[in-house]
């Protein structure tokens, strides 16, 4: 069986080629204060890194242009994935592990939720496996918003109300959902900021909303470097600190949170008033990070 690089070389993925752009803001808190963290994503791929010394935001920059990343998601990313994992991962394989999530899922908003919403948005949520679940476990009407046609169409037939778009350009001229979902999405967008403030919207007043984020901190000490967290198709790396960040000053509470075992971190949120987070603990969290962190305390010196 041929081996990972191997496999990667096969996909004929010219990376190098691809049209790129600089990233030159923080998303979180807008500052030109970075540093480059690594430059070797996980599939090889020439793909610097850079840290941002006031908040500790993790981003690519340069990365490909929202073009380039939509011919990536197109052609590219199933493959490259099955390629590293070495089985194939496509939308009909990835439907187990998303009912699994969904259950998973279920229990915890249980647990969290002072009610039964009535309605659900899930952003991002690709066939519906994960909002049709808890449509089903709750009795609510469910919405999909994905650019995804092919994928919408599997929604519509669950019977799932679909709507084409990104969270980022989407107006619900002034629609509110009870529960809003952004499950394992974010870490995949080009402005997490926008997102989030836009799903904040969404939210009913009494409603709440649910984001998960991969913690790179965890995947980078589970894989033992760096750059075995990082990949082309992550613009974004978050923690938990970060994420509590964002949602400040989107005004989302944290009212419940989790941590599975692959590392995502859940929070269940309600509106609340924006705020400023705290600036200087976020700087303390990311040079303790650095420091903690071999590869990346040695890449900023």
Known sequence: MAGRSDRIEAVEYDYDGREKEPV???NLCGSEDTVEASTVDRYGFAQPLRLCRRCGLAFLSPRLTEREYADFYRDVYRPLV?????RLIDAETVQVEQREYADELVAFLRENLSGSPETILDVGGSTGVVSGAIAAAFGSHATVLDPAPDELAVAAERGLETVA?????????GRTWDLVLLCQTIDHLLDVSATIASLARMVSPNGYAFIDVLDYL???R???SLEGAVKVDHPY??????????????????????LTEDGHRGFVLRPGTPREPDWDGLARAAAEARAELPPLGAAVG
């Open 24 to 26: 030159e803001h923080c």
């Open 82 to 86: 099955s390629a590293y994992h070495g």
């Open 165 to 173: 778009g990104f969270a980022e350009d989407y107006d619900p001229e």
């Open 218 to 220: 965890i995947i980078a």
């Open 222 to 224: 589970r894989r033992g």
């Open 237 to 258: 790396y978050l923690t938990r600190e970060t994420a509590i960040a964002y949602f400040d000053r989107a005004g989302l509470d944290v009212t419940a949170e989790r």
